[in-house]
Nanobody, 124 residues
Framework: QLQLVESGGGLVQPGGSLRLSCAAS????????IGWFRQAPGKEQEGVSC???????YYADSVSGRFTISRDNAKNTVYLQMNSLKPEDTGVYYC??????????????????WGQGTQVTVSS
């Protein structure tokens, strides 16, 4: 079964940190660009960060300097390290894989696979 599985979400206080993981099963991430997206209640989905298969990274202005995307091809996993979290970072975070187009700014040009999402809540 080809799928992406996110983990690492949770409840954190403002200023705290979380690390999200996106693990692939049934296929190899090496040839894919991977993007992280988030969906907040009442807002449009936002491309948060993207990493190409050559390791180049892209970030939305809202998270630049606070979030870091990375990949470990040996573990077939992509990570999103989130520091200095703010209440406006709250939402469901999804990872997605694209082999056809690649990163477009902080999003993807096409999505071959979506993960099921993980909830991130930043609140005191």
């Amino acid at each position: 079964q080809l799928q992406l599985v996110e983990s690492g979400g949770g409840l954190v206080q403002p200023g705290g940190s979380l690390r999200l993981s996106c693990a692939a099963s049934g296929f190899t991430l090496d040839y894919y660009a991977i993007g992280w997206f988030r969906q907040a209640p009442g807002k449009e989905q936002e491309g948060v960060s993207c990493i190409r298969n050559d390791g180049s990274t892209y970030y939305a202005d809202s998270v630049s300097g606070r979030f870091t995307i990375s990949r470990d091809n040996a573990k077939n996993t992509v990570y999103l390290q989130m520091n200095s979290l703010k209440p406006e970072d709250t939402g469901v975070y999804y990872c997605a894989a694209d082999r056809r187009v690649g990163c477009l700014r902080s999003g993807l040009g096409y999505v071959d696979y979506w993960g099921q999402g993980t909830q991130v809540t930043v609140s005191s």
